[in-house]
């Protein structure tokens, strides 16, 4: 990843973190690692926890941010917040997934 790429990677989370924030998410994970893979962002919207991954581009772009949550992708958020609810004891919480694009 190109030190560029990072810096753009960095600020979108950022802007995410507080769009997320203004909307009255409470924050409960950033940047969530484990062997599987990461979440960007973890947070609880009233009573659901919301699996985030966010997506920037700039604006030179020929594709939406969101485009780039491939299939692939997709399997590992899902794979990542399975092994985030287990570790939690949080088997049967109501869950979904979020993608937060920004240009």
Do not use: H, W
């Not at 599987?36 to 926890?49: H, M, N, R, S, T």
């Not at 919301?50 to 491939?70: A, G, H, R």
């Amino acid at each position: 990843m190109t030190k560029e790429r990072q810096i753009l990677g960095e600020s979108g989370e950022e802007a995410a973190f507080e769009f997320l924030r203004k909307k009255r998410y409470r924050i409960l994970e950033r940047n969530y690692k484990t062997p599987l893979g990461e979440i960007d962002i973890i947070a609880q919207d009233k009573d659901c926890l919301v699996f985030i991954e966010v997506k920037s581009l700039s604006n030179t772009s020929y594709i939406l941010p969101q485009e780039m949550v491939n299939k692939r992708k997709q399997e590992q958020i899902i794979r990542v917040a399975l092994s985030y609810l287990k570790a939690k004891g949080l088997r049967n919480a109501d869950c979904r997934f979020d993608c937060v694009a920004v240009v």
